[in-house]
């Protein structure tokens, strides 16, 4: 039978960061589209094929003659932009919202610079693929999307191409390419060989990548030479320099193309956790955006404050270029996280200021009149919803308040709880108490401190008693295992099993990937309790702390339940110094017919209970007959559940890894080697577990992973006249709790509009209304199952809201394109 066609993609992939630095890879890009574009000089069919915006913008910022070679490139067809992205991400640790904005910049500046848009999907070189990208794609006008990972002896898929869909119905056409994305320097025979090993037989037309890669370099003359000569061989199908964009034109319009509706997964399962510093800090960066973003919104219509448009957009690029899959990964040198962790804290510090700037402009308009020995607080809720927090709150030095102190809501509301707790200063003077606020959606409210009495005020001495009991959630804390003995609602049963220890140290002899392997739990010991005890018994707060050991490190944890709180908070402090070993946090559950819910990018998603390491966010749940229990956290993504044993599921989090930076199978470790091993030292990071009845769905679980991600932010005030009241709310959503709107923004644009983006979170569709006082709108609107939408809000009050793609285009018209 004869093969079909060959189309072959020209292209250089260049890792920014991976054995070396970005410095390395911003001067290789250079390198190597400058050789590009002398190759089309030299051989009038040849067609060079790149992604990643961030390089075109590196270039247009350094070497302004280069680009414009680029740029007629483009304009001529020769040298083709896909991926739409601002690098090659890891598709499993960012955000949904990252994934939008690795849109929005990369194709609003494509349109802007170069005069396109990618239409063509591709991230050749990440360790995965989300469920939820067929729609964030399709939605940011990318049709079609070309992978590598998972490999054919990884996952088995219905074939080389395939209608890609997600949750909501939304497709892609993908393509699996065969073999590698780069090739050898010479001819490449061999290279196109093994391809077709791994391609099907038909006539259809096929697509095979070639170019030298990672470090840069792309086609080289040899290549291009090779192409030609094979194509006169008998042995070989035609082949021909192509695009992709032609591909998947010519591949699309065949008939029986299967459909996969889920995942791409597995490939180097040690990526979920490898390097937990630089995941926590993207998790951070995000969240403090999405927060700052909501709040200088705001600011900007009830105060004036300046746009800030432009200082988050480069905030989030930042992050961005910091989710690229070799560093987000953690698959990177050592010092290539000195440079993340300054991008990343560079980020973070622009979302702190912004924020700050926000919630002080709107809090001194705050009517607050003087009074005598009141310490005004004013709490801020970034999310579109009520929420009850326990607020903790450092008083200045030296203290504004001596003694005990009598908390009210407002100015003059009934008097409510306050408990003294440790200051983050060992010095005389300073003091942090804590207290049970109720934010109104989206705003704020004021509350008064004064002095009072014992009858509000409270130390929260400790006890011997290990019961954690608010009446809402009871949980004790076994003293000999320094874990739970049981954990329930206040009347509902113990959903905690018995007989599995909760810190489980894994031997970990696999590479940084941990290449050939999908479980990662092979025990081989568990810290032990060197001291259990209680450091809090108050009206607002409960601690029970344990302290364990194994080895050379050390493992703290502090249980911490709130009044009114559904959930039992854990405080997580870790000194890992072992090597090649892997902390497991493990958590046996006593539910029947269990069935274990992963949090996605913008969505969800039911996975086997294998022991299988799998990729998740904020939160994962275990539920069944009788009810469950939701883990989240605050910075983790790699998880594995053992459902063997029946009714007694048990979810492992997986804390840290500790293999040698960059150590890539097959290359073995020296016995008397030098090497540095990643995660030693210290670590923080939270957790809850949130027991209910019924499903994650009705416990509200989705929301409770957001408020542990943006905490509500308190601010001492002072008095001072003003229009705002003592509680004020700027965006309520009624009508369905199972609408989350993560995004509330100012438009690309700078046009007036605002941007509000939401997503349906339990498969069901939904209809809400939407207020948003501060803007003077109203609107009601509906979400399909599982559907991200985007609203435009333009300046005028009186036109209604507009549906636009994540772009912040229409949808329905040609791309915006122009310098």
């Known amino acids: 039978m004869t093969r079909g066609p060959l189309h072959m993609i020209g292209n250089a992939h260049i890792d920014a960061v991976w054995l070396w630095q970005w410095q390395e890879g911003y001067q290789e890009v250079r390198a190597t589209f400058r050789s590009a574009l002398d190759r089309m000089d030299e051989y009038p069919d040849y067609v060079f094929t790149a992604d990643s915006v961030a390089y075109f913008t590196w270039i247009a910022e350094h070497d302004p003659g280069l680009f414009e070679r680029i740029r007629k490139r483009v304009a001529e067809g020769r040298f083709e932009i896909v991926g739409g992205w601002w690098v090659e991400p890891d598709c499993n640790i960012p955000g949904g919202e990252a994934f939008v904005r690795h849109a929005l910049y990369s194709q609003r500046w494509l349109a802007e610079h170069l005069g396109v848009i990618a239409t063509v999907g591709c991230n050749v070189d990440p360790f995965g693929h989300n469920a939820t990208l067929p729609q964030l794609l399709s939605k940011a006008r990318l049709d079609s999307y070309a992978f590598l990972r998972p490999q054919a002896h990884e996952r088995e898929l219905p074939g080389q191409k395939f209608w890609w869909e997600s949750a909501d119905g939304s497709r892609v056409l993908a393509y699996r390419i065969p ?40 086609p080289t003359i040899e290549n291009i030479e090779s192409i030609q000569q094979l194509a006169r061989r008998d042995l070989f199908p035609e082949m021909f320099p192509s695009t992709m964009r032609r591909f998947f034109d010519e591949a699309r319009t065949f008939d029986g193309i299967p459909v996969h509706p889920t995942e791409l997964q597995p490939h180097a399962i040690g990526c979920y956790a490898a390097h937990s510093g630089v995941k926590r800090q993207n998790r951070l960066a995000e969240q403090a ?130 408990q003294e707790i440790r200051s983050a200063a060992t010095a005389n003077g300073r003091r942090r108490v804590a207290f049970t606020a109720k934010v109104p959606p989206l705003g704020y409210q004021l509350y008064s401190m004064r002095p009072g009495d014992a009858s509000s005020y409270h130390l929260g001495e400790p006890t011997g008693d290990l019961v954690l009991d608010n009446g809402v959630v009871r949980a004790e804390v076994d003293k000999k295992t320094g874990w739970l003995r049981s954990l329930g609602l206040a009347d509902g049963p113990n959903l905690v099993a018995s007989g599995v220890a909760h810190a489980q140290v894994i031997d970990d002899d696999t590479d940084t990937w941990s290449h050939g392997v999908r479980s990662l739990w092979n025990t081989t010991g568990a810290f032990e309790v060197t001291r259990v005890r209680r450091l809090a018994d108050g009206p607002v707060r409960q601690v029970v702390r344990v302290e364990s050991a194994y080895g050379q490190s050390k493992l703290v944890e502090e249980f911490v339940l709130d009044a009114e709180s559904d959930a039992v908070e854990v405080r997580v402090t870790v000194d890992w110094r072992e090597q090649l070993k892997a902390l497991k946090l493990c958590f046996p559950f006593a539910v029947k017919k269990s069935e274990a819910t992963h949090e996605i990018p913008y969505g969800h998603l039911v996975r086997e209970q294998n022991r299988e390491e799998v990729p998740s966010h904020a939160w994962v749940d275990i539920s069944g007959a009788g009810g469950g229990v939701a883990v989240l956290n605050d910075g983790k993504y790699s998880f594995a559940v053992d459902g063997s044993k029946a009714g007694k599921p048990v979810l492992a989090m997986t804390v840290v890894r500790s293999p040698v930076y960059a150590w890539h199978d097959p290359r073995r470790l020296d016995d008397d080697g030098v090497y540095e091993y990643l995660d030693q030292g210290l670590q923080r990071f939270t957790y809850r577990l949130q027991p209910h009845a019924g499903d994650w769905r009705t ?25 705002l009241p003592v509680s004020q709310s700027y965006l309520t959503v009624s009508g369905s709790d199972d609408v989350v709107f993560s995004v509330l923004k100012r438009g690309e644009d700078d046009n007036g509009t605002v941007v509000l983006r939401g997503y349906e979170t339990s498969g069901r569709a939904a209809s809400v209304r939407v207020d948003l006082p501060f803007l003077g709108r109203s609107f009601e609107t509906a979400f399909g199952p599982h559907e991200v939408k985007t609203l435009q809000l333009p300046a005028s009050a009186e036109a209604a809201p507009v549906e636009a793609d994540l772009l912040e285009w229409d949808p329905a018209k040609p791309p915006p394109l122009g310098r």
């Open 179 to 218: 073999h590698e994305y780069c090739s050898p320097r010479g001819e490449i025979s061999g290279h196109v060989t093994k391809a077709l090993q791994q391609l099907p037989v038909t006539t259809e037309p096929l697509m095979v990548f070639y170019g030298v890669g990672n470090h840069g370099g792309g």
């Open 699 to 723: 416990a509200g679980v989705v929301r409770r992973a957001a408020e542990l991600n943006q905490p509500v932010t308190p601010l001492i005030e002072c008095f001072h006249d003003g229009p």
């Open 289 to 418: 955006l999405l927060a700052a973003e909501k709040w200088t919104t705001i600011a900007a219509a009830v105060s004036g404050t300046p746009d800030a448009t432009a200082e988050l957009g480069h905030a989030w690029k930042q992050v961005l270029f910091n989710q690229f899959h070799d560093i987000a990964a953690g698959t990177a040198i050592e010092p290539a996280y000195d440079d993340a962790r300054d991008q990343l804290g560079e980020a973070k510090s622009i979302a702190a200021r912004l924020a700050n700037r926000s919630i002080q402009s709107i809090a001194r308009q705050i009517d607050i009149p003087a009074e005598t020995a009141m310490v005004p607080v004013a709490v801020f809720n970034p999310h579109a919803w009520p929420v009850t927090a326990t607020v903790e709150l450092e008083l200045g030095y030296p203290a504004p308040l001596r003694g005990d102190i009598a908390l009210s809501e407002g100015l003059d509301g009934p008097v409510i709880d306050v």
